[in-house]
């Protein structure tokens, strides 16, 4: 009888690649600076350096999926006017100033939103909200970064042709990596 | 789900008939319930400590149809639906919440031995079926696999009470999202 228990066992575990077993989801939350977009005076962008996390360099080589993804901060509208923000990234490393120079720019890819603040008023997302928001391109454009030379610059925008005026404070961009050991 | 519940267990009155010259086939129905936890789920690899391995827990609910038609081997199609718990994180000086999984599956254990007979019965076994994990967010519809091993015995007769430790992981390519629980079950024998 323990013998068969044994049999039964190794039989099951044995149709399992190694790497099923042995992955787990690691989660690496990458602060991002305080970001101000003005449809007059321009935007914020900040270059995120994936390799500058030790965890992501650690696990860089099994890296096999992007499991969970959240864009985290404060979000403040200093318009009257509610607001739709928009989080793009270029996969290439860009310092874009404009709305107009981040659009023409053919690397660009919308990450996530649309996010409403209302006007004169200050909303903390919810993670759960948060996750809900990212678009399919920018989870592929992300995923691709991350098995790639991990460089990409990061925008949040407003609506284009509207004008807006918005900052985000306490930002954070928080990648939960399957990786397989 | 029930007409999948009952598919399976068609399957495996199927598949055990064909040995059943030996013998009247078993059938059974039982409940259980119980903890599962997530196991290296979201973990921080700079500041990981052996408690962070394990997620915050849920409950688990869930039937099984235990068909025993040849002598080792107890088919056991079953249903199962777990909860788990919210994770709180303070990320840039801000709490946020994670919502936990909310999981539903179903699929067909196979069990060494027949946990329903008289006495003390010590079995292992393993499973294959269909996990859906979903969250704001994020769902995921895979393969299961899951294994683990039970201490069943029989107050009464046609009763049986078991209880089981089990892993069990949803392969989503090349990972998995692997869990580990506890659940007491009570069984009643239907036939012979």
């Known amino acids: 009888m323990r013998r068969h228990a044994w049999i039964v066992l190794a039989l099951g575990l044995g149709l399992l690649p190694g790497c099923i077993l042995t992955s787990g989801q690691i989660q690496i939350n990458f602060d991002l600076p305080n970001f101000t977009a003005n449809s007059v005076t321009g935007i914020d962008g900040t270059t995120i350096d994936l390799n500058s996390q030790s965890e992501y360099q650690d696990n860089k080589e099994k890296l096999k999926d992007l499991s969970d993804l959240a864009v985290l901060g404060k979000f403040t509208n200093n318009s009257a006017s509610a607001v739709n923000v928009t989080v793009w990234i270029t996969t290439t490393e860009s310092n874009h100033k404009s709305e107009a120079a981040l659009m023409a720019d053919p690397t660009r890819v919308q990450l996530w939103g649309p996010f409403q603040v209302a006007g004169n008023a200050t909303k903390t997302i919810d993670w759960n909200a948060s996750a809900q928001l990212f678009s399919t391109a920018g989870k592929a454009a992300l995923l691709a970064e991350a098995k790639g030379d991990g460089n990409f610059s990061i925008y949040a925008i407003g609506p284009s042709g509207a004008a807006y005026d918005f900052s985000v404070a306490n930002g954070n961009l928080v990648l939960v990596i399957d990786i397989g050991i | ?192």
């Open chain 2, 1 to 192: 789900m029930m007409k999948r519940l009952v598919m399976l267990t068609v399957l495996a009155l199927v598949l055990a008939s064909g040995a059943a010259q030996a013998g009247p086939i078993g059938v059974g129905i039982g409940v259980f319930g119980g903890l599962s936890v997530p196991i290296l789920q979201n973990v921080s690899a700079s500041s990981f400590s052996p408690g962070d391995a394990f997620g915050k827990g849920g409950t688990q609910l869930g039937v099984r149809v235990p068909v025993h038609a040849i002598p080792i081997i107890t088919f056991e199609p079953y249903y199962a639906k777990a909860s788990y718990g919210d994770r709180d994180e303070t990320i840039g000086g801000i709490t946020y919440t994670r919502e936990g999984y909310d999981s539903k599956s179903f699929g067909v254990n196979a069990l060494l031995g027949n946990p329903d007979g008289s006495g003390f019965h010590f079995f292992p076994y393993v499973g294959l079926g269909k996990t859906k994990l979903t969250r704001t967010g994020e769902e995921i519809n895979k393969t299961g696999y899951n294994f683990g091993f039970g201490l069943g015995m029989s107050p009464a007769q046609k009763i049986s009470i078991q209880i089981r430790s089990e892993f069990s992981m949803v392969v989503t390519g090349d990972t998995s999202r692997k869990f580990g629980g506890i659940n007491a079950g009570v069984s009643y024998r239907l036939l012979p």
